[in-house]
Nanobody
Framework: VQLVESGGGLVQPGGSLRLSCAAFGFTFSTYDMSWYRQAPGKEREFVARISNFGGSSTDYADSVKGRFTISRDNAKNTVYLQMNSLKPEDTAVYYC???????WGQGTQVTVSS
């Protein structure tokens, strides 16, 4: 079982990034999936969650509502996080997580700075 994130990088305030998380070794469509983030010196925090199968249900942290969108492509075993209107306080390592399990990705760094 493995989760592999990609798509992080350096972006200016107000910019956009799309993170991807490819899943391996389990039946991806049957699991809710989520994104978390951890900023330097802070605890890991919830960002977004998407329900299994069709992904009809989503949930977001208040701090990212209206700016971030989580989605999934079960044919590609991939979950995405589209991040728009990025702010410096969004700077963190972003982790993909298989909901309700101990499965985490290795993380991808997102830095928002001018």
């Amino acid at each position: 079982v493995q989760l592999v994130e990609s798509g992080g990088g350096l972006v200016q305030p107000g910019g956009s990034l799309r993170l991807s998380c490819a899943a391996f070794g389990f039946t991806f469509s049957t699991y809710d999936m989520s994104w978390y983030r951890q900023a330097p010196g802070k605890e890991r925090e919830f960002v977004a969650r998407i329900s299994n199968f069709g992904g009809s249900s989503t949930d977001y942290a208040d701090s990212v509502k209206g700016r971030f969108t989580i989605s999934r492509d079960n044919a590609k075993n991939t979950v995405y996080l589209q991040m728009n209107s990025l702010k410096p306080e969004d700077t963190a390592v972003y982790y993909c997580h298989r909901w309700g399990t101990g499965t985490w990705g290795q993380g991808t760094q997102v830095t928002v700075s001018s």
